[in-house]
């Protein structure tokens, strides 16, 4: 496992937003294709930060508030992706082992790690649930980079 690589695991196809976006139109593309995170790109595609379910969800008003449905929806429609993302997150490039990458998500205690190429540019992403894939395979001793699993 030391020497499988970003790039042969990472998922190629990564949904990203701008940071113009608004926080429900993020929560929505989520939870639209199954994802946890989005990665959030400038116009050139460079990687500035990445957004997460629970930030949507702390973005979120309590239900505690006596705000009107009306002024909830006006307000959360003004809230922005780069009001609520990490900025500069951790990224990872597709020539690195997965080995580095378990320790940086381990380490920093994330699920996830855009992948970017030598300017910052997106490339990929490669989470947590990837990582858990490679050690299934390895342990089967059935690894192939494909995205499946042989049951």
Request: glycine share 4%; aromatic share 4%; charged share 25%.
């Amino acid at each position: 496992m030391k020497n499988f690589l970003v790039s042969d695991w990472m998922s190629k196809k990564v949904i990203t937003v701008g940071p113009h976006t608004s926080v429900p139109e993020a929560g929505h593309l989520m939870r639209l294709n199954s994802i946890r995170r989005l990665p959030v790109v400038d116009k050139k595609g460079k990687v500035v930060g990445i957004i997460t379910q629970s930030d949507v969800r702390e973005a979120s008003p309590s239900d505690a508030t006596t705000l009107s449905v009306w002024e909830l929806n006006y307000l959360l429609a003004k809230l922005q992706v780069e009001d609520v993302m990490t900025k500069n997150p951790i990224t990872i490039h597709p020539d690195d082992t997965l080995m580095t990458t378990a320790r940086l998500l381990y380490e920093n205690k994330i699920g996830a790690l855009p992948v970017v190429d030598e300017k910052g540019i997106i490339q990929g992403i490669i989470t947590e649930s990837d990582i858990f894939r490679v050690l299934i395979c390895w342990m089967r001793e059935e690894c192939v980079p494909d995205r499946t699993v042989t049951q």
